[in-house]
């Protein structure tokens, strides 16, 4: 793409900007769903356990319960770095 004149060098720059804002905002909205989608996972194995009719814990039960734990922190790790680049984008930095 060639670019002409300067106003088109800015035209061109606001609009890579405004593409990768709403590439954040998408990842974001993505990422909103994840804490509720773990609740209804871990919820889904506590009904399946009592279903099998496991009355005691084992240390092996607590893995999903873990696993839930570090999924949704490294979620809202990655939302808060894609809100500060959201931040950085549309109000400089």
Not at 4 to 12: C, I, M, P, Q, V
Not at 61 to 84: D, M, Q, S, Y
């Amino acid at each position: 793409m060639e670019v002409s004149s300067k106003e088109e060098l800015f035209a061109l720059t606001e609009y890579k900007k405004i593409e990768e804002i709403q590439k954040l905002e998408k990842n974001l909205n993505k990422l909103q769903y994840t804490p509720i989608l773990m609740a209804l996972i871990l919820f889904g194995t506590a009904l399946f356990l009592i279903w099998i009719g496991v009355d005691v814990l084992s240390p092996i039960h607590f893995i999903p319960i873990a696993t839930a734990i570090g999924v949704v922190g490294f979620a809202n790790v990655e939302r808060t770095n894609l809100l500060k680049r959201l931040f950085e984008l549309k109000y400089g930095k």
